[in-house]
């Protein structure tokens, strides 16, 4: 639609160079920053809110049905809105010095006067006067949308809108979209989505760097929020297969509320990552994802050199990632259910970011850059000044005009459960990696992938999912790759023919997840995926004999879990010899299977003295870091218990009422006994079965008289040993009597 000087449809409103278009008002096309947009917007409202109250009765004279009534049975005036005599110029020439109104001055179309237009206005304060004179000048600014607009869909909605604010204004109402939806229109949104794949993808990482991740995902979000959509008639230009019907809506919707709602401040506005989900951000990730890495290329060298390596560098990364759980129909991170606890409600999830309300270049610069007019194209001006034309200074943040209620304030809470308040003091003292007890990579308590995980990190290992292809030129690497696997899997299987080695690991239906060390194979896992009948079928797996106990099995492993959740596959399929049976078992495989076996009888391959085992698959766990939550999760129990143990640990004074005669008192009145977790039994609920309490009291004494610190209680203190003990001491006690009194009840 826009030239190819302007801003094309399906891009960024803000560059990487920190570029901006310009804002043109109502009658203006004129350039300017930022800031110099905004202001331009606010300053004409304000002049109009600042004018003398005969000035405001002209202006909303204009858009105000004549409410004349004509003496026999004709009725009120049909005029919807009074006429000058003398029309402005157009565009109007807001330097010239405006003259005086005349409230008795006629009206072109009805002849009657201004007076008998505003009469509904006399007793309205100038707080509501001045917000109906804001959605006049709204009811402006889409008058020349509708003009400009060239697009037919776009055109139609904002016309729609148009007539919207002037009704509002003939009814003295405020502007309520009409819609059989109201937002958000998808749950979650792309904001929790988003903040869903960080706490997925990186919550094990050390503060520092989870910080660099926040900042990526804060700057994606911000690119989502101003980001301008194309046309219905340009995607289905683009993309003929797409579901054009659906994307409408969602185009419809965005322009409603989160595109329009930019300058016409009338309107409520939302946020486009809050109110929309994953099918708004599957249809535009692909396009925004290339065309913001090449537009960062392109203006690589105006990049502050603080931000230089986060963008060009951790950015598409970030997005790759992102990208994959996007598309996948699999991924956890869109699941209601996500961070469920084990009571099955979900627990509130503290956001961990959240997206800038002002639109700010990708490296957030502050400084607004001036814009020459010339590249402000041709189409629509709403579209195109959509980012520019919030009324806010840049950097200053913008109240929505209706916050979106939250779910998670509105579940009940559940009894037993530790208060997240109490959660998050936990987690703050967990954030950072020092205050975590380091466990040597040779203690009993370091998970077995943590050396590998550690080196995967700093570059010395490398994963690599290959295979052979018969339709592709081969790739010298890859070949070589095959090569070292087959020599790996040889050695490391002495039983199994190299023949047959050789023919599955270059068999293009099997591939192989390899580990790579300083450049050369040193293990690696070969498998043939069945997707029809939802297994792979694990064939070799080895790692070279020098290279062992280090680790690489279960990482290996790990990353061949994670691989096939992403290809919805989520049961593996293995003969395991009698060496292998443990390894297996410790990566989670079972003898127990859990497929039907008609699913992969035929299908995989028997091996003799073997045992068959499986695998099933939790597509919520992302088994890389697996490890590394179960740490943190233990630590954060861990303290916990710290806390509660420091509470139960105080001393109470002793029970002096039994000083005064008292026989019994009730367990719940023992200071501390609730402290310590204690609960009455409700009513009902004793135990009335005599045959368990004797089993119950047996084995309790039996555990008495094995303790090694009984014997001085085994037998009656003798009166020669002891002389007054029975003076001190009225009713005494031992193991023995206890032994009659049990076999006597």
Known sequence: MADSAGIQQGSPAIGAAGLVPAAPGAGGTEGSGVAGGSARIALK?????????PKKLEKLGVYSSCKFHFPQAEGAC????WKSQNPPPTPPQTDQQSSAVNLQEPCRSCSHTLGDHVTHLENVSEEEMNRLLSIVLDVEYLYTCVHKEEDADTKQVYFSLFKLLRKS?????????????SPPFEKPSIEQGVNNFVQYKFSHLPSKERQTIMELAKMFLNQINYWQLETPSQRRQRVPSD???????????????????QFC?????YETTQIFGRTLLRSVFTVMRKQLLEQARQEKDKLPPEKRTLILTHFPKFLSMLEEEVYSHSSPIWSQDFLAGASGGQIPIHTVISAPSVARPLYYSTSPVPVDPSTCGSGSPARKTASVLESNPVGEKRKPSEPLHHEENKRPRVVGDIPMDLINEVMATITDP????????????????????????RGVIEFHVIGNSLNQKPNKRILMWLVGLQNVFSHQLPRMPKEYITRLVFDPKHKTLSLIKDGRVIGGICFRMFPSQGFTEIVFCAVTSNEQVKGYGTHLMNHLKEYHIKHEILNFLTYADEYAIGYFKKQGFSKDIKIPKAKYVGYIKDYEGATLMGCELNPSIPYTEFSVIIKKQKEIIKKLIERKQAQIRKVYPGLSCFKDGVRQIPIESIPGIRETGWKPVGKGKEMKDPDQLYSTLKTILQHVKSHQNAWPFMEPVKKTEAPGYYQVIRFPM??????RSEDNE
């Not at 049909?78 to 809105?81: E, R």
């Not at 031992?734 to 032994?739: I, R």
């Open 78 to 81: 049909k005029c919807n809105g």
């Open 45 to 53: 409202k304000a002049q109009l809110r600042s004018s003398p109250r």
């Open 265 to 269: 401040d009338s309107l409520p506005r």
């Open 734 to 739: 031992a193991v023995f009597l206890c032994s």
């Open 434 to 457: 020092a205050a975590i007890p380091e466990t040597s990579l040779l203690s009993a308590h370091s998970a077995r992938d943590e050396a590998a995980r550690l080196e995967e990190r």
């Open 169 to 181: 204004i003939l009814q003295m109402g405020k502007p309520m979209l009409e819609a059989q939806e």
């Open 243 to 261: 579901d054009v019907a659906g994307y409408k809506a969602n185009y419809t919707r965005w322009l409603c509320y989160c595109n329009v709602p």
